[in-house]
């Protein structure tokens, strides 16, 4: 007789965690730990693809623009048929070519200083579009840092519920301590779950906002050179 209660019990047993059952019989303050870690992993995701096709979008339409630009022969005329679009470099060019026109609108030119305000304006713009890029990073940074201490909290509180109930059943029985210690700890791999991919997206989009700054510094310092030369004549 006991050796088939020892077979059904065996039989009865699960061989394999169950993520949903975990969450289930897990403590109230576990389940709100780990449904915020979730709704936190669903939107970094949702960043991480988000980022990925707007910079992939805004690299082509620079290269697009930047191309048909050099080739240009009316400045102002090419920027009307830009107007409105999500370009970096227009907004870079529209800034620079404001502070041209109120630079020189006047019969006196100051060269020297219509080229460090002209220099300033492409510097802010620049700046301001690489903001832009990354307005949204900074949320990938504070989950990758604040969500495995978020899990070590659910599974503390998961741990202390656990011991406190081997002091109610007086039963130190592993079978009695084992599910909520397992509960606990999947809070934990919930906050992991959540910071690796956060901090690897956070990484490597700061490079790449990073190159396209760099890349958008180019292309206004070239801008520069051009209305300078400008200036001379």
Known sequence: MMIETLAVGAAAA??????VALFLHADIVVQIVMGGLVLASVWVWTI?????????S?????????DEFWDARDIDAFQKENKGKDIPSA???NAALAEWRRSTAGQAIDREGTRQRLNSALEGAVVTESDRLANRLN???TVGSVAPFVGLFGTVWGIMDSFFNIGAQQNSSLAVVAPGISEALFATAIGLFAAIPSVIAYNRFSHRVNRFEGRLFRFADRFHATLSRELEQ
Do not use: W
């Open 91 to 93: 907004r870079v060019v």
């Open 48 to 56: 991480i693809v988000g980022f990925s096709l707007r910079m992939a």
């Open 14 to 19: 699960p061989t394999r965690l169950n993520p």
């Open 139 to 141: 949320f990938l940074a």
């Open 58 to 66: 805004v690299s082509r339409k620079c290269d697009r623009y930047e």
